[in-house]
C-alpha cells in the first residue's frame, strides 16, 4: 500500500513562480520587462518574492537599467517642452548669471553631448547615490528594530523600487510622480524583505528623507542670503 500524503500538506499551486524572472540563473536582458510589470501591478507579491540570496550583481543591474532607460527619457521631455520661464533661467538676475555662466549650460535646452555625458556620468551617480541612500535607510530601519536580513537586502529593495522610473515616459507629471512612487515601492519592499511592519518602515524612509530636505534647505537659505549680501556691495 502506498502511504497518504499528511492531511495538513498545504497544495502546491499549479504553475506558482518561485521567483522574480531577473533574477532566474538562466535569465536574460528579456526579463527585465516581465519583472517591471510584477513589481508595478504586484509590488507587495513581487517583493515577497525577491531573492535573498541571489548574487548582488542581479539588482544592481537592474537599477542601472533603469538609470539608462531614464535619463535619454527625461532629457527628451525636456528638450520638446523646454522654455526659458521654465527652466528658471528668466528668474535669475543678469549679475548672478554673469557671475556664474555655467548656469546658462546647466538649465539651457539640453544637447546630444550633453545627453551622451549623462549617459556616461548618471550610472556612476546614481550607483553612489544608492549605496549611501541604502545606508542610510538601513541605520533608520536598524533605529526601531526592523532590519532582519541585513544591509544587502536593503540594498536589494532600493534596486527593484527604481521600477517607478519608468514614471518618466509620461510628460512634466512623471518627475513628479516618480520620487513618491519610489518611496511608497521602498517602504513596500521594506516590510516585505524585512518582515517588519509598515510603520517602521515608512520610519526608516520618510525621517531620513526629512532631514535631509531639510539640510538641503537650510544650506540654500544661507547661499542665498549670502548672493543676496554680494549683490548689495
Known amino acids: 500500500m502506498t502511504e497518504m500524503p ?13 521567483g522574480l524572472p531577473w533574477e532566474e540563473p538562466s535569465a536574460g536582458l528579456g526579463s527585465i520587462f516581465p519583472t517591471a510589470v ?10 515577497s ?25 527625461g532629457q527628451l521631455w525636456r528638450y520638446l517642452l523646454w522654455t526659458r520661464a521654465t527652466s528658471g533661467l528668466d528668474l535669475i538676475p543678469p549679475e548672478v548669471m554673469a557671475q556664474a555662466p555655467w548656469l546658462q549650460v546647466l538649465l539651457g535646452r539640453p544637447t546630444v553631448i550633453m545627453v551622451v555625458c549623462l549617459m556616461i556620468i548618471a550610472p556612476l551617480l546614481n ?11 538601513h541605520v533608520f530601519l536598524m533605529m526601531v528594530g526592523g532590519a532582519q536580513n541585513g544591509f544587502a537586502t536593503t540594498l ?18 512623471g518627475g513628479l ?8 515601492m521602498q ?6 524583505a524585512h518582515r517588519v511592519g509598515g510603520g517602521k ?11 535631509c530636505c531639510g539640510c538641503v534647505l537650510g544650506v540654500g537659505l544661507m547661499s542665498g542670503l549670502a548672493v543676496g549680501s554680494l549683490l548689495r556691495h
Open 156 to 173: 536589494r529593495v532600493t534596486c527593484y523600487a527604481q521600477t517607478a522610473g519608468i514614471a518618466v515616459i509620461v510628460p512634466v507629471a
Open 187 to 192: 517602504i513596500i519592499g521594506l516590510s516585505q
Open 201 to 211: 518602515a515608512a520610519f526608516a524612509v520618510i525621517v531620513p528623507l526629512v532631514v
Open 127 to 137: 550607483l553612489i547615490t544608492l549605496f549611501i541612500w541604502s545606508g542610510v535607510v
Open 49 to 73: 518574492k525577491m531573492s535573498l540570496t541571489v548574487d548582488l550583481v542581479r539588482p544592481i543591474a537592474y537599477f542601472v537599467a533603469f538609470v539608462l532607460l531614464g535619463v535619454p527619457l
Open 177 to 184: 510622480i516618480q520620487p513618491l512612487w519610489f518611496l511608497i
Open 38 to 47: 510584477r513589481f508595478i501591478t504586484r509590488p507587495i507579491d513581487a517583493f
Open 6 to 18: 499528511p492531511l495538513d500538506a498545504a497544495p502546491i499551486p499549479p504553475g506558482a513562480a518561485a
